[in-house]
């Protein structure tokens, strides 16, 4: 879907890793709630509360999920899936626009 329709954005943003991952918050009226922002080129990690999905728009970046050893890479129009309560970390090579989207359950 390439556009939210009947939603509300949360305009404060949410600003990590000195303002390297920035992202707007998107709550629908189901009380879904999705991220949308962009990350620069850096090492990042993260840790989930609920189940993750990230859609990567554009860019590039490489992804070491909960209990892999090997690193995947993720390139524009693909995504990958974290699970709930776990670290993951990412390594992106090049400015990488996103969707996240948090499922409960």
């Known amino acids: 879907m390439p556009e939210f329709k009947n939603v509300t954005v949360v305009k404060k943003a949410n600003v990590y890793f000195d303002g390297k991952v920035t992202s707007r918050t998107v709550l629908f009226p189901d009380g ?3 991220t949308l ?4 080129p850096g090492e990042y990690e993260f840790a989930t509360g609920d ?3 990230m ?5 590039d970046l490489d992804v070491l999920l909960p209990g892999e050893s090997a690193w995947r890479t993720i390139s524009g129009g693909q995504s990958f899936e974290v699970k709930a309560n776990a670290k993951f970390k990412l390594k992106v090579k090049k400015l990488s626009d996103y ?4 499922v409960k359950g």
């Open 99 to 102: 969707c996240c989207s948090f």
């Open 37 to 40: 922002g962009v990350m620069l």
């Open 51 to 53: 189940r993750e999905i």
């Open 32 to 34: 879904s709630r999705k």
């Open 55 to 59: 859609e990567i728009f554009s860019g």
